[in-house]
T-cell receptor, first 113, second 111 residues
Framework: EAQVTQNPRYLITVTGKKLTVTCSQNMNHEYMSWYRQDPGLGLRQIYYSMNVEVTDKGDVPEGYKVSRKEKRNFPLILESPSPNQTSLYFC????????????FGSGTRLTVV | DAKTTQPTSMDCAEGRAANLPCNHS???????VYWYRQIHSQGPQYIIHGLKNNETNEMASLIITEDRKSSTLILPHATLRDTAVYYC????????????FGGGTRLMVKP
């Protein structure tokens, strides 16, 4: 089944403890991206990647890192999480050169205490 | 990407057609209209897209006005499971960035 898989679905962590949220897609998509969603602020893009080893900042990149070493994976790294990074996170992927919709993962609900 | 304007919320009776409007008066010639929806706290789901012709798929129909300044997403027989936030997005399909989501329309389908 074509899908974007995020793990974990839920995570509670403490301030300052490094964590990684994984994202994997099986559709050979060039594009991958991370969004966060907060009440009243909607979906905001954190980072995106146009292909392997190509990443760029979105609207709210502070406090996050990403890497794209393989086409299928695009992990989101929080080196030193803070409570203001408590949010619902979504990974998405799509084709760059075709007019298709993008596919989103099921989300990761992160709580930083 | 062109800016879009959608109503904040709408109601629809179950079994009736839901017509969700979107204004995109500054759309340029190579920009497509995409529709996504997000059912509570799930990942956004792609519904349909179009350039200038009307489009239909198994989920919905998309009607784009001749001047392309507005469009309407039609769910022909809304069900309770169609209750969601619907986002209209206008963009060039191979832009160097992904989707920018606005506020969307919160559709409530009522029994």
């Amino acid at each position: 089944e074509a899908q974007v898989t995020q793990n974990p679905r839920y995570l509670i962590t403490v301030t300052g403890k490094k964590l990684t949220v994984t994202c994997s897609q099986n559709m050979n998509h060039e594009y991958m991206s991370w969004y966060r969603q907060d009440p009243g602020l909607g979906l905001r893009q954190i980072y995106y990647s146009m292909n392997v080893e190509v990443t760029d900042k979105g609207d709210v990149p502070e406090g996050y890192k990403v890497s794209r070493k393989e086409k299928r994976n695009f992990p989101l790294i929080l080196e030193s999480p803070s409570p203001n990074q408590t949010s619902l996170y979504f990974c998405a992927s799509g084709f760059f050169d075709r007019v298709y919709g993008y596919t989103f993962g099921s989300g990761t609900r992160l709580t930083v205490v | 990407d062109a800016k879009t304007t959608q109503p904040t919320s709408m109601d629809c009776a179950e079994g009736r057609a839901a017509n969700l409007p979107c204004n995109h008066s500054t759309i340029s010639g190579n920009e497509y209209v995409y529709w996504y929806r997000q059912i509570h706290s799930q990942g956004p789901q792609y519904i349909i897209h179009g350039l200038k012709n009307n489009e239909t798929n198994e989920m919905a129909s998309l009607i784009i006005t001749e001047d392309r300044k507005s469009s309407t997403l039609i769910l022909p027989h809304a069900t309770l499971r169609d209750t969601a936030v619907y986002y209209c997005i206008v963009r060039v399909h191979n832009a160097g960035n992904m989707l920018t989501f606005g506020g969307g329309t919160r559709l409530m389908v009522k029994p």
